[in-house]
């Protein structure tokens, strides 16, 4: 190659040893030792440094001869645990980050009974590879950066690839130990470059989204409102593509909600308050002043569907985490109960309510369940289970609410959670036992027609396969939506012997269509009762199916074959969908 001479490292008549370096050479910023082929002596140097030579130039003459002299003190043996200045630095800068360097901080923290943001990380990972460690809030202007440094590790946010369970995942924390959690301008450059990695790898993304939202403090930069970030657009398109978790604990307001609403599932503790305005926007826009405990508590937020998962405190929320991504993957099978219990769990008399969630446990592998959104459309269950090992999302009918009749945020809750479905690749299971949908003047200020209906819209859609149980009631438009729009839309559509169908209601079915002969009837009570049991033969589950609208009428106990049966290994009907709703 061409490079020039830096130095000439043997003198004329010097005696030199294979391997000992004669001639230095730079080239393109980098330094390359020419090195004497074998043993010898220097009979002529033919360079100088300073001198740029050309590929193949003669550069220095040694003639073999065998070494008679000492040999030059030869290179130490690697001492592989010595660490050299410059890694020192880095190690030195690393650590100012760590909690084990934040003592003050992180006794303020434990001081509230919280964790800090690398201790949850720690405990949700087996192992975390951390992105952005050494970004520093963007102040430089206003703060020395020895202060950035220990004041601002990490520009407030942690986050990086840990390991869950065997799977990756990428994982962000905002910390609320530095500047509250605020998204600055660091911080939202490196929660981008996460989300981004988060759709090229296909991972899905845990976000512990406790902060007070954007920071106005930032002087390192030429934006002039930061509404050209890219952060909540980034969010947004995951949404369908990858399994999100979103963690609330503490304050959680504007834009650090606005992420957490982007999620599959929201889980958080007691302590948490969401909004999307904490308490100076909400001052600022003259609408008064309230303490943060005030906006958005979890009794508010859990009965109102923003919340999916209610926990005790921090640890539970990281379990709950793992638990919700385990659910999208299929695991070995566990023994579930006898599944002969199944045969009493509905009562004999079809007035008698019931758990039903006992019913989901008891069909679930080992009694697992994940119940999702239980403060909300109390109306249906929507829960993760698992089949044989199959992963598979669960809707069900609760008699105990409603009698299981299907009001606006019921059915806003299960189409939400077949969308969730469908985007995950989770066969769904719908245990159906409804009198069918709210009516009333009531009901119909509440938009019931439009919330109602996106069950068919959605059901009709789905790209994974359905099976339908009718345990007890499947009455009308109802019982419809809980089958994708028809009995024949699932792969298979079957009752147990308590199961009982019809157009409508019996009572009202009665009183509807036989108005005439009951306004004539000396005892209206009695003919009424006796036309409601007739209704009912003709509408058991048996009859039913005789005349195939069911595929079957089964023993419970087999309700897991079927299940299986039915959903395992059945082909996707169309590409998944690509976003899941919000609500």
Known sequence: MTGTVVSVEAEEGAEVRAGDALVVLEAMKMEHLVEAECDGVVRKIVV???????????????????????????????????????????????????????????ARRHAQGRRTARENIADLCASFTEYGALAIAAQRRRRPV?????????????????????????????????LAGTQGYQNHRKTDRMLELAERRGLPVVLFAEGGGGRPGDTDTTSVSGLDVTTFHSMGRLSGRVPLVGIASG?????????????????????ANIGMGGPAMIEGGGLGAFRPEDIGPVPVQAANGVIDLAVPDEAAAVEAARRYLAHLRP????????QRVLRQLVPENRMRVYDVREV???????????????????????????????PVGVIANDPAHLGGAIDRDGADKAARFLQLCDAHGLPIVSLCDTPGFMVGPEAE???????????????????????????????????????????????????????????????????????????????????????????????KAVNAAAAFELD????????????????????????????????
């Not at 220990?150 to 995942?169: F, H, N, S």
């Not at 592998?365 to 909300?376: K, P, Y």
């Not at 002969?517 to 209704?535: C, K, Q, S, Y």
């Open 445 to 539: 200020e509440t938009a019931t027609v439009r919330h109602f209906s996106r069950l068919f819209v959605t059901g009709a859609n789905l790209s994974v396969p359905m099976i339908t149980i009718v345990l007890r009631k499947a009455y009308g438009l109802g019982a419809q939506a809980m089958a994708g729009g028809s009995f024949k839309a699932p792969l298979a559509t079957v009752a147990w012997p308590t199961g009982e169908i019809g157009g409508m209601g019996l009572e009202g079915a009665v009183r509807l269509g036989f108005r005439k002969e009951l306004e004539a009837a000396e005892d209206p009570d009695a003919l009424f009762r006796e036309m409601v049991d007739l209704a009912y033969e003709h509408g």
């Open 360 to 390: 989901v446990a008891n069909l679930a592998d080992g009694g697992d369940v994940l119940e999702l959104r239980a403060g909300f459309g109390k109306g249906i269950v929507t829960a993760l289970a698992r089949i044989e090992g199959l």
């Open 251 to 271: 304050r959680c307001f504007a834009g650090n909600a606005a992420l957490l609403g982007c999620c599959d599932v929201v889980i958080a503790t007691p302590e």
């Open 146 to 178: 020895e202060e950035l440094i220990e004041k601002t590790p990490a520009d407030g946010l942690v986050c990086g690839i840990g390991e869950i369970d065997g799977a990756q995942a990428v994982v962000l924390s905002y910390d609320y130990t530095v």
């Open 331 to 338: 695991a070995e099978p566990v023994a579930p109960a006898d």
């Open 552 to 583: 079957d009428v089964i023993d419970p106990a087999d309700t897991r074959h079927w299940i299986t049966t039915t959903l395992r290994d059945a082909p996707p009907r169309e590409p998944r969908r690509r976003f899941i709703d919000t609500w």
């Open 48 to 106: 100088a440094p300073g001198e740029t030579v050309a590929e193949g130039a003669l550069l220095i003459v040694v003639e073999p001869a065998e070494a008679t002299g000492e040999r030059r003190e030869q290179a130490a043996e690697l001492d592989l645990g010595l660490i050299r200045d410059d890694l020192a630095a880095v190690r030195r800068r690393h650590e100012t980050g760590l909690d084990a360097a934040r003592g003050e901080a992180v």
